[in-house]
């Protein structure tokens, strides 16, 4: 139960890694799980592992090749679905099912010890850089920049793509621009939570917003609140518990949703 620890630097870049890093992931979640697409998170996750697997094979930086195979990934999975006479589930799992394989054979190819591709694989929010710390927060403020100038197109393409195509906006242009925003931020968010963990943080907290409101608005601002609680406080409890910290921010996500889900107004609707 040591606290002298947040005295340290390390300790600061992990908590303003969380609350940017948190309130990234969140925001991007809400479109994820609004757009009815909850596994697009899981798919980039393992694309960007695969991706940055690759360029540690080939000697170049983890970070271009997770990129390149995020993007490389939302741009299989948006002309699929709209391609193929089925829903997105299925373009999706095809490129999580091909990603997955990619990681694997990539962890295989790693010469000498893995220990590389196990950070990558839990991320490690204790180690994370300053200049981490600054592209996690230039992300959130893209993320925000995105919602506040686009809010009305994008509420326009969650609400029903084609009759916003209908009335003139760019809805196929907005819909693979918010699945490469999705793609950029957990890209980005990686190397501090991991491949495994970060699509949880992309969305539990959006989840748990969506049990307790109606309004796209306020269901962005309590994501972004649960995102950065569920990182603090899981920092606060490895620390406390010492535990390792990204599988404490993703358990602690998991109870704010169960909470969310048990005092959520929509449940009493249903009930009703």
């Known amino acids: 139960m040591d606290l002298s620890l947040w005295g340290y630097e390390f300790m600061r870049n992990a908590v303003l890694a969380g609350a940017f890093g948190g309130a990234a992931c969140a925001a991007v979640g809400v479109l994820v799980v609004t757009m009815q697409l909850s596994f ?28 390149g195979f995020s993007l490389a990934a939302v741009a299989a999975v948006g002309p699929l679905a709209d391609r193929g006479e089925f829903g997105p589930d299925t373009p999706i799992g095809i490129v999580f099912s091909l990603t997955l394989g990619l990681a694997f054979l990539f962890m295989g190819l790693l010469p000498g010890p ?26 959130a403020l893209a993320v925000a920049l995105l919602v506040i100038l686009f809010f009305k197109e994008i509420q326009a393409v969650i609400f029903h793509r084609e009759l916003a195509r209908a009335v003139g906006m760019p809805a196929q242009a907005i819909h693979y621009g918010l699945l490469i925003a999705v793609g950029l931020v957990i890209t980005v968010s990686l190397p501090s939570i991991g491949g495994l963990l970060v699509f949880t943080l992309v969305l539990n907290p959006a989840a748990a917003a969506y049990q307790l ?6 269901m962005f601002l309590l994501a972004a609140v649960f995102g950065v609680a569920s990182t603090w406080a899981g920092l606060l409890g490895s620390s406390l518990l010492r535990l390792p910290s990204g599988a404490t921010i993703v358990l602690v996500s998991t109870a704010i949703f169960i909470a969310a889900a048990a005092f959520s107004p929509k449940r009493r609707v249903k009930k009703r």
Do not use: N, Q
């Not at 409101?213 to 306020?218: A, D, N």
């Open 40 to 67: 697009l998170g899981v798919a980039i996750a393992h694309a960007a592992f695969a991706g940055a697997l690759c360029a540690t094979i080939l000697g170049a930086s983890p970070l271009l090749g997770s990129l």
């Open 114 to 139: 893995r220990a590389e591709a196990l950070d990558l694989l839990w991320g490690s929010i204790l180690t994370v850089s300053r200049a981490e710390v600054a592209l996690l927060a230039g992300m």
């Open 213 to 218: 409101t109606y309004s796209l608005k306020r």
